[in-house]
């Protein structure tokens, strides 16, 4: 069973860049500003 998981554990690879924390935050500033700010209306 550990085999197994060890497995499929290694064939999680992704191609994509890491993401950049900083930018990523920003974003999500953005989104939380637009969706509170029509919650206000």
């Known amino acids: 069973m550990c085999r197994n998981i ?3 554990l ?3 690879v992704t ?4 993401r950049n ?3 990523e935050a920003a974003r999500a500033k953005v989104r939380s ?3 509170f ?3 206000a209306r």
């Open 21 to 23: 924390r900083e930018v």
């Open 6 to 8: 060890r497995t499929l």
């Open 33 to 35: 500003a637009d969706r």
């Open 37 to 39: 700010r029509g919650a």
């Open 10 to 12: 290694s064939s999680l």
């Open 15 to 18: 191609s994509a860049e890491p």
